[in-house]
Every structure is written in C-alpha cells, then in structure tokens.
Nanobody
Framework: QVQLQESGPGLVKPSQTLSLTCTVS??????????WSWIRQPPGKGLEWMGA???????YYSPSLKSRTSISRDTSRNQFTLQLSSVTPEDTAVYYC???????????WGLGTQVTVSS
C-alpha cells in the first residue's frame, strides 16, 4: 500500500517561500500512469488542488496559483516537492500530498501538515 508523508516547516513568514516535501514509500513516483498532487485546505474552507507532477515529470498547476507555484521531484529519493513563493497569511492551510490515476481524483493521501504564515 502506497504511503505518503509531508514534511517541512510549520511556520513561514510573509513574503517568504514555503517549501514542502512529500516522501513516498511502497510505490515509485515514476510508475505509469500516476500523478502526484499537492492539495491544501485553509481553515474553514474546502480543499484546493494546487498542482501535480506526473509519472514522466510533467507538471500541471492551478491557474490561480501558477505564478507562485513550482513542483519538482527527486526520483532517487522517491520524493516530490512543493514551493510556493511570496506567501501571505491567506496561504495558511493544511497541506496534503496525494497520488491519483489522473489529475481529478486521488486514491492515496498523506496525513497533511499544518503551515501557518505569520510574522
């Protein structure tokens, strides 16, 4: 069974870059035809898909976040990483990584990690 675990700082200052890593076990991030996504949930709001990296390394981003988001991967460590630049308090959320058979659904999720943007 695939397992995903998010890691990174829980507190980021405004205007800085948020960086999170998702470590995947019991499954390779290069396995066809899976997509590896970052999803967040601000307090009191619904889930928001941020972007994904595919099995071949292609990247896909939410139009609303595209200018600030970068997703990359390290296949030797079986990890993929989210970077979100110029953060504001509105980026405070629980951030999840997930795997899916396409960009629109996910079958395995990490437990999520709380990130707070505050000075």
């Amino acid at each position: 069974q695939v397992q995903l675990q998010e890691s990174g700082p829980g507190l980021v200052k405004p205007s800085q870059t948020l960086s999170l890593t998702c470590t995947v076990s019991s499954g390779s991030i290069t396995t066809t035809y899976y997509y590896w996504s970052w999803i967040r949930q601000p307090p009191g709001k619904g889930l928001e898909w941020m972007g994904a990296i595919g099995y071949s390394g292609g990247t896909y981003y939410s139009p609303s976040l595209k200018s600030r988001t970068s997703i990359s991967r390290d296949t030797s460590r079986n990890q993929f990483t989210l970077q979100l630049s110029s953060v504001t308090p509105e980026d405070t959320a629980v951030y999840y990584c997930a795997r899916g058979p396409n960009l629109y659904e996910n079958d395995y999720w990490g437990l999520g990690t709380q990130v707070t943007v505050s000075s």
